[in-house]
């Protein structure tokens, strides 16, 4: 949910997976899916998802 247009980034394990636009939702509470797929090698990893622009609320995060 974003009230403006916002961009974030996916590393994993210190690298950059990808950069995504999460289109305006008009209010911070209204909540919208995203899905950004990124690959992983099995075994243990770090994801970082940082804020690059804007601003965002997340609700829950699912990895499968």
């Keep these: 949910a974003t009230a403006i247009d916002s961009e974030i980034s996916i590393?994993?394990?210190g690298h950059l997976q990808t950069e995504y636009a999460l289109?305006?939702?008009?209010q911070d509470?209204?909540?919208?899916?995203?899905?950004?797929?990124?690959a992983l090698e099995k075994g243990k990893h770090t994801i970082r998802i940082?804020?690059?622009k804007g601003r965002f609320c997340m609700?829950?995060?699912r990895l499968i």
Excluded at 23 to 26: D, F, I, L, M
Excluded at 29 to 38: D, E, K, L, Q
């Design 11 to 13: 590393e994993v394990d």
């Design 23 to 26: 289109e305006n939702t008009s």
């Design 29 to 38: 509470y209204v909540w919208r899916t995203a899905s950004v797929p990124i």
């Design 50 to 52: 940082t804020q690059v």
């Design 59 to 61: 609700n829950w995060l």
